[in-house]
T-cell receptor
């Protein structure tokens, strides 16, 4: 049973380009969370999704950022017109049920570097 | 809003010794969960230990144990018989137990070095 898979592991973009980060949750998991980690900081919550629904996007910047978790396929975190401040590690986590953080599994993250 | 504070950016421990990592938090809620996560160089976040606020007994997982002081809002992690593989970033995290709040709030982390 593969863990939470994130790709790419490293992503380099120039300012103004789009970044697409993918997250495939563990098999049987229908809840996905995205977190962002800036250098020397802890993870900060961005968005929580279930299949085809955004449940909580209170941590997501209002502009340029969007997330989806379609019925089929991975969850996508999309950042349009990237700026240098978007450089960070982006982590995805998944769980089978909403309230069971004990079974929350994290991926290894995508390191986004904006030149 | 809840906050989590880790006041030790770096700690060092000799192999086989014991080390304690500090964490304090601020909340007005009475029911919540606290966690310690380990982040090795591979970057993957690994759950070390979990504590429910309504439980008075401190959680333990093999060489890892916590000292949970609810009144003081303190949640420290003790690692006994430290091993080289324990070297990593350690993050303390909080989660509300209320119905819709599933997100974790993390501290800024403590980098643990283990020396021979």
């Amino acid at each position: 049973n593969a863990g939470v898979m994130q790709n790419p592991r490293h992503l380099v973009r120039r300012r103004g380009q789009e970044a697409r980060l993918r997250c495939s949750p563990m098999k049987g998991h229908s809840h996905v969370y995205w977190y962002r980690q800036l250098p020397e900081e802890g993870l900060k919550f961005m968005v929580y999704l279930q299949k085809e629904n955004i449940i909580d996007e209170s941590g997501m910047p209002k502009e340029r950022f969007s997330a989806e978790f379609p019925k089929e396929g991975p969850s996508i975190l999309r950042i349009q017109q990237v700026v240098r401040g978007d450089s960070a590690a982006y982590f995805c986590a998944s769980s089978p049920v909403r309230q069971d953080n004990e079974k929350l599994f994290f991926g290894s993250g995508t390191q986004l570097s904006v030149l | 809003a809840q906050t989590v504070t880790q006041s030790q950016p770096e700690m060092s421990v000799q192999e086989a010794e014991t080390v304690t990592l500090s964490c304090t938090y601020d909340t007005s809620e009475s029911d919540y969960y606290l966690f310690w996560y380990k982040q090795p160089p591979s970057r993957q976040m690994i759950l070390v230990i979990r504590q429910e606020a309504y439980k008075q007994q401190n959680a333990t997982e093999n060489r890892f144990s916590v000292n949970f002081q609810k009144a003081a809002k303190s949640f420290s992690l003790k690692i006994s018989d430290s091993q080289l593989g324990d070297a990593a970033m350690y993050f303390c995290a909080y989660r509300s137990a209320s119905g819709t709040a599933s997100k974790l709030t993390f501290g800024t982390g403590t980098r643990l070095q283990v020396t021979l």
